[in-house]
T-cell receptor, first 113, second 112 residues
Framework: KAGVTQTPRYLIKTRGQQVTLSCSPI?????VSWYQQTPGQGLQFLFEYFSETQRNKGNFPGRFSGRQFSNSRSEMNVSTLELGDSALYLCASKTSGSSYEQYFGPGTRLTVT | GENVEQHPSTLSVQEGDSAVIKCTYS??????FPWYKQELGKGPQLIIDIRSNVGEKKDQRIAVTLNKTAKHFSLHITETQPEDSAVYFCATKDSSASKIIFGSGTRLSIRP
C-alpha cells in the first residue's frame, strides 16, 4: 500500500506571496492532519480534516488554511507569506477521526525569501 | 493544554550499547503515547506506541515503558546499530482533541 504523498517536495516563495501544498493520504484513510516543523518550535499541529470538515485547529494565524476533498486528499494554503513561515510542512493520515495511529508523508520544504 | 518534555536533546552511544530516551507529560487523561523516528530528509515514522492500559511493550530491539502515576514514558533501544541514528520524538494524543503533541526530539548518534 502506498504511503502518504506530498507535493511539491520543495518550494521557494517570496515574502507576501501565497502557497498551496497538497497531500494524498494512504488509501482508505479519511483523516488528514497538517504539522509545521521548524528547528526552533519543533513539530506543531496546524489542523485536522475528516470527511471534508475541519475537526481541530492549532494556534496559527488565519493566514493558514486548509481543505479536504471528497477523495480525502487535502490541501493547505498559506497567504501573505512571512520569512518565519519557512519550515517543513508535514501531512499525516489515519483511518478515521477516532483512530490513533498516524502516518506521516515526507513533507514539503518551504523556503520564504 | 498538554505539554510533553523530552530528554536528552542529544545522545551518543557506542554501537551495540543501549539507548534510553525519557519523556514526561502533563495531562493525566492522556491515553496514547507514540514514538516516531525521523531520518534526514524524511517525515517522522511511527516505530512503536503504547496505550494507557499497558505498562510495557516490546518490538524486537525497541521497547517502551509507561508510568501513568508519574506521567512519564521511555523508549529503550537495545543492541544499537548504525541505522538507529536519527531524531526520535515522543508524543501524546491530546485528550481533549484529536491532535498529537510532540516532544522536542532527541538526536541519537551511534558511534562505530
Amino acid at each position: 500500500k502506498a504511503g502518504v504523498t506530498q507535493t511539491p517536495r520543495y518550494l521557494i516563495k517570496t515574502r507576501g506571496q501565497q502557497v498551496t501544498l497538497s497531500c494524498s493520504p494512504i488509501s482508505g484513510h479519511r483523516s488528514v492532519s497538517w504539522y509545521q516543523q521548524t528547528p526552533g518550535q519543533g513539530l506543531q499541529f496546524l489542523f485536522e480534516y475528516f470527511s471534508e470538515t475541519q475537526r481541530n485547529k492549532g494556534n496559527f494565524p488565519g493566514r493558514f488554511s486548509g481543505r479536504q476533498f471528497s477523495n480525502s486528499r487535502s490541501e493547505m494554503n498559506v497567504s501573505t507569506l512571512e520569512l518565519g513561515d519557512s519550515a517543513l510542512y508535514l501531512c499525516a493520515s489515519k483511518t478515521s477521526g477516532s483512530s490513533y495511529e498516524q502516518y506521516f508523508g515526507p513533507g514539503t520544504r518551504l523556503t520564504v525569501t | 493544554g498538554e505539554n510533553v518534555e523530552q530528554h536528552p536533546s542529544t545522545l551518543s552511544v557506542q554501537e551495540g550499547d543501549s539507548a534510553v530516551i525519557k519523556c514526561t507529560y502533563s495531562d493525566s487523561a492522556s491515553n496514547y503515547f507514540p514514538w516516531y523516528k525521523q531520518e534526514l530528509g524524511k517525515g517522522p515514522q511511527l516505530i512503536i506506541d503504547i496505550r494507557s492500559n499497558v505498562g510495557e511493550k516490546k518490538d524486537q530491539r525497541i521497547a517502551v515503558t509507561l508510568n501513568k502515576t508519574a506521567k512519564h514514558f521511555s523508549l529503550h533501544i537495545t543492541e544499537t546499530q548504525p541505522e538507529d541514528s536519527a531524531v526520535y520524538f515522543c508524543a501524546t494524543k491530546d485528550s481533549s482533541a484529536s491532535k498529537i503533541i510532540f516532544g522536542s526530539g532527541t538526536r541519537l548518534s551511534i558511534r562505530p
